[in-house]
């Protein structure tokens, strides 16, 4: 049974430091997806790693996938408030069919 | 963009009710999937489809079934409403296999 795992479950940081999110999978796959929600909101996705060793950035946030040891992380730089949301990552499994299984979410508090 | 709309933000209904939750994208994609979320647990996937017509179980399919008649929608049915069924439902699409999945904006359900 495949099983995703984040870690933290939640994450208090104050503007300006960095921090990652782990994201561990148990078995094999190559498709691993990151996503935002904010309260009351649905997911927006943010990456979208292919390969082993795909690394993705978009502003304060960088996303990589390391398929050997089934983890990807997201890492935050010099965090700031508007980045408080809840982050999911998501693998990709069954071949064509891509169903995702999601980890249960990092909620991430920015405080000023 | 892709627009994954849902037919409602807020529904509340009584044990037994039959009840339809509307799903419709703009994108032509073959691939739709409705979620369920709920606190701890993450997302978790109740039924997908990949064609119109075409329907497979997810991981909790049980209390529910689908129905696929047009490519840009997507209905999810829940026969009996229970109480257990009281979540927030959310709509995906997808177009190919490694793409990532496009969410509406959900549908919270209340079931009394």
């Known amino acids: 049974e495949l099983k995703v795992e984040q870690n933290p479950l939640f994450l208090s940081m104050q503007e300006g430091k960095n921090y990652t999110i782990y994201c561990n999978y148990s078995?094999?796959?190559?498709?691993l997806y990151w996503y935002r929600q904010d309260p009351g909101k649905s997911l927006e996705s943010l990456f979208v790693?292919?390969?082993?060793?795909a690394v993705k950035q978009e502003g304060r946030l960088m996303a990589s996938l390391d398929t050997k040891a089934r983890l990807s992380t997201l890492h935050i730089t010099a965090a700031v408030h508007d980045l408080s949301a809840t982050y999911f990552c998501?693998?990709?499994?069954?071949?064509?069919?891509?169903?995702?299984?999601f980890g249960t979410g990092t909620l991430l508090a920015v405080q000023p | 963009d892709v627009k994954v709309t849902q037919s409602s933000r807020y529904l509340v209904k009584r044990t037994g009710e039959k009840v339809f939750l509307e799903c419709v994208q703009d994108?032509?994609?073959?691939?739709m999937f409705w979620y369920r979320q709920d606190p701890g647990l993450g997302l978790r996937l109740i039924y997908f489809?990949?064609?119109?017509?075409?329907?497979e179980k997810g991981d909790i399919p049980e209390g529910y079934s689908v129905s696929r008649e047009k490519k840009e929608r997507f209905s999810l049915i829940l026969e009996s409403a229970s109480t257990n069924q009281t979540s927030m439902y959310l709509c995906?699409?997808?177009?190919?296999?490694?793409?990532?999945?496009?969410f509406g904006p959900g549908t919270r359900l209340l079931v009394l």
């Open positions: 995906a699409s997808r177009g190919q296999v490694q793409e990532t999945q496009y």
């Open positions: 078995t094999t796959s190559d498709r």
């Open positions: 790693l292919l390969s082993n060793g």
């Open positions: 998501a693998v990709g499994y069954g071949g064509a069919t891509n169903k995702l299984i």
């Open positions: 994108m032509d994609h073959e691939n």
């Open positions: 489809s990949y064609d119109v017509k075409m329907k």
